[in-house]
């Protein structure tokens, strides 16, 4: 079966720094990260495409940096000077057949 896998989430305090990790399975790979507080909807953080142009949401502009890892088929998220506002849910998507495909996601927890 196809399937995304997230990890790298984490409780980090204000200012510091998680790489987050998405693995796909053999036939797919992932394009972007999003992202879902509660009570919010769930909004883009970054994408990549196949020429490598970086598409990033306007709040994590600057702060991070979204990468794929060929070799391992990984889709990866650098996030430097996190803020408590960047809390949420973590989630991968892919794409296959024109049907959307998400992991479970990981969770991103920035408190002090």
Request: charged share 20%; with cysteine.
């Amino acid at each position: 079966q196809v399937q995304l896998v997230e990890s790298g989430g984490a409780l980090v305090e204000p200012g510091g720094s998680l790489k987050l990790s998405c693995a796909a399975s053999r036939g797919i790979f992932g394009t972007g990260w999003y992202r879902q507080a509660p009570g919010s909807h769930r909004e883009l953080v970054a994408e990549i495409g196949d020429g490598g142009v970086r598409n990033y949401g306007d709040a994590v502009k600057g702060r991070f940096t979204i990468a794929r890892d060929i070799i391992r088929n990984t889709l990866i998220l650098q996030m430097n000077n996190l803020k408590p506002e960047d809390t949420a849910v973590y989630y991968c998507n892919a794409n296959l057949g024109g049907h959307d495909i998400w992991g479970q996601g990981t969770q991103v927890t920035v408190s002090s």
